[in-house]
């Protein structure tokens, strides 16, 4: 299994930063893509940004040129910079991998989409 946790969340007021980290875990045999979605009161689950193996990355259309992922391989850690806030951008932020594990390896199988618990993230004055 693979366990994703996420850091970094608060408090900001409107035109400020926060960065986002989420640390991926367990018997990981390979990470095909990581990336970070957040859902709203009332509404879906929506990618922000995501970030694949060969660095090319892809942002919601509300996020570009104020947010940028980033990834450290070593330690299978994403991170978020999130700047210029906005009141819109209040949500729970969930961290995504797409991973497979040393089982799915040994197995065939094919890799598994996994998520973290969220961190909330509030843009309010």
């Known amino acids: 299994q693979v366990q994703l946790v996420e850091s970094g969340g608060g408090l900001v007021q409107p035109g400020g930063s926060l960065r986002l980290s989420c640390v991926a875990s367990?018997?990981?045999?390979?990470?095909?893509?990581m990336g970070w979605y957040r859902q709203a009161p009332g509404k879906e689950r929506e990618l922000v940004a995501d970030?694949?193996?060969?660095?090319?990355?892809n942002y919601a259309d509300s996020v570009k040129g104020r947010f940028t992922i980033s990834r450290a391989n070593v330690k299978n850690t994403v991170y978020l910079q999130m700047n210029s806030l906005k009141p819109e951008d209040t949500a729970v932020y969930y961290c995504?991998?797409?991973?497979?594990?040393?089982?799915?390896?040994?197995?065939?199988?094919?890799?598994?989409?996994?998520w973290g618990q969220g961190t909330q993230v509030t843009v309010s004055s």
């Open positions: 995504n991998a797409d991973a497979r594990t040393n089982a799915d390896a040994r197995t065939g199988r094919d890799s598994t989409d996994y």
């Open positions: 367990g018997s990981i045999f390979s990470i095909n893509a």
């Open positions: 970030i694949f193996s060969d660095d090319s990355t």
